[in-house]
DNA sequence: ACTGCCTGAATACTTGGCAC
DNA sequence: GTGCCAAGTATTCAGGCAGT
């Protein structure tokens, strides 16, 4: 039956499509919500006989009967497991009649926990934050990329940084400060401003760079397809981000071989072959 | 800025069928 | 009679958006 309308339809377009003659319309949807179940529409291969019966109880008055439906915000965990009616109360009628332990899951509630706006824009820049991250990552020279695996490394350890001494001798200061505000960023992430390596947060990050991945992949292909289109001049060409010239001019660097262990360029890696408790722990 | 309506997602609840 | 389950409907909730 709810097959034949949109999923999405709202209640009372169901309803008012489901029979205009039987529901007075959508302005009474809510003082009708309870009327009872023989007047909506009924399933099509109902035998004959309790057709006749429905027929007969869905007299005006019965359709029109108001039974307002108390739906509380949140039912015990013994109503939700059997989907019976729960009135709320610590306990609620149905556990106390059957002498149960009645339970209220706190906090389940999904539709409470959707995100605002500014939480999902800080998520958007947090995820752009991690793809530059493992971009530069990969396409940074030898030397910076093991550079930034050490400073990851010293914050989920305890570690002292390097002294500024070498980050400021280091041939790629920009891309160095940039990849340290990706460790600040993740360094930010956990509490206490210390990076706690947990399966929890390796779990996470694998799934996390392997979308990163599929996006850079498809950014390079992209990038690589303009760069090769001979009627562009380099002023046409899309700029390119302070990352990127390292794809190309050395394609040669590889990450340390503990990062990549089939000893495969970096755009081959594989969620397996990046291993993230190498890179976080 | 406030209000009201619409929408989609999540969840509560109803109903009928079935097994014990 | 009771409880469980599946299918389906009703309600709640929060965000978007237009009108004021």
């Known amino acids: 039956m709810a097959s034949m309308l949109p999923l999405s339809a709202p209640a009372h377009q169901l309803l008012s499509d489901a029979s205009a003659t039987e529901y007075p319309g959508p302005d009474s949807v809510s003082v009708n919500a309870g009327a009872p179940r023989s007047i909506l529409r009924r399933p099509e291969n109902l035998a004959v006989g309790v057709h006749s019966i429905l027929d007969?109880?869905?007299?005006?008055?019965?359709?029109?009967?108001?039974?307002?439906?108390?739906?509380?915000?949140?039912?015990c965990d013994g109503c939700k497991l059997a989907r019976a009616k729960c009135d709320g109360n610590h306990p609620c009628m149905r556990c106390m009649k059957k002498a149960l332990s009645c339970k209220y899951d706190q906090g389940n509630d999904r539709r409470q926990n959707r995100g605002s706006n500014e939480e999902v824009q800080a998520l958007t820049d947090r995820l752009g934050q991690y793809?530059?991250?493992v971009f530069a990552l990969r396409s940074s020279p030898l030397?910076?990329?093991?550079?930034?695996?050490?400073?990851?490394?010293?914050?989920?350890?305890?570690?002292?940084?390097?002294p500024r001494g070498h980050q400021e001798s280091c041939p790629c200061v920009a891309e160095?400060?940039?990849l340290a505000a990706a460790v600040e960023l993740l360094n930010d992430?956990?509490?206490?401003?210390?990076l706690v390596c947990t399966?929890?947060?390796?779990?996470?990050t694998a799934a996390l760079v392997g979308w990163i991945k599929r996006?850079?992949?498809?950014?390079?292909?992209?990038t690589v397809a303009l760069a090769q289109r001979p009627s562009l001049s380099q002023s046409q060409r899309q700029p390119q981000s302070q990352f990127q010239p390292y794809i190309h001019s050395q394609p040669e660097e590889r990450l340390p071989s503990e990062h990549n262990h089939n000893g495969t360029g970096a755009r081959s890696l594989t969620k397996s072959h990046?291993?993230?408790?190498?890179?976080l722990c």
């Open 199 to 204: 399966s929890l947060d390796v779990d996470e």
């Open 274 to 279: 990046f291993s993230v408790e190498g890179l």
């Open 56 to 75: 007969a109880a869905a007299t005006p008055s019965a359709r029109h009967a108001k039974r307002p439906r108390t739906n509380v915000t949140v039912a």
């Open 143 to 162: 030397g910076s990329a093991s550079y930034v695996l050490w400073r990851l490394r010293s914050v989920s350890t305890g570690t002292e940084p390097q």
């Open 131 to 133: 793809q530059k991250f």
């Open 189 to 194: 992430t956990k509490s206490g401003g210390r």
């Open 176 to 178: 160095v400060a940039a």
């Open 215 to 222: 996006d850079m992949d498809m950014d390079v292909d992209s």
